[in-house]
């Protein structure tokens, strides 16, 4: 008897989690440093990015017993959460209000 073994592209390990595809990328660099349980791709020829759907499927069951996937920030969200950013929005306040005040 022949075994078959789905294997699936970017796009369609997306649309079975229901994510973007950018986002599936994301989850895969953070699984490269060691964060979080995303499966990681087959190696196949040609360097594209292929998975087996059996890990999709167990990726997709360990979720619904477990906390969900880690989220990753937006660069802009990590700006506003800078230091640097809040020290430079507190300065333009306090030039905004000598402004007003010198009116």
Do not use: N
Not at 60 to 70: D, F, G, H, N
Not at 73 to 78: E, G, L, N
């Amino acid at each position: 008897m022949k075994s078959t073994t789905m294997i699936l592209l970017i796009d369609e390990v997306a649309a079975r989690l229901g994510l973007a595809p950018v986002t599936v990328r994301k989850y895969l660099a953070q699984r490269r440093q060691g964060i979080g349980s995303f499966p990681l791709p087959i190696s196949v020829t040609g360097g594209k990015l292929r998975w087996l759907a059996s890990d999709i499927e167990a990726y997709l069951q360990s979720l619904s017993s477990t906390e969900p996937p880690v989220k990753v920030a937006s660069s802009s969200k990590r700006r506003q959460e800078s230091k640097s950013f809040k020290q430079r929005q507190e300065a333009a306040q306090k030039a905004l209000d000598r402004h007003r005040a010198g009116r």
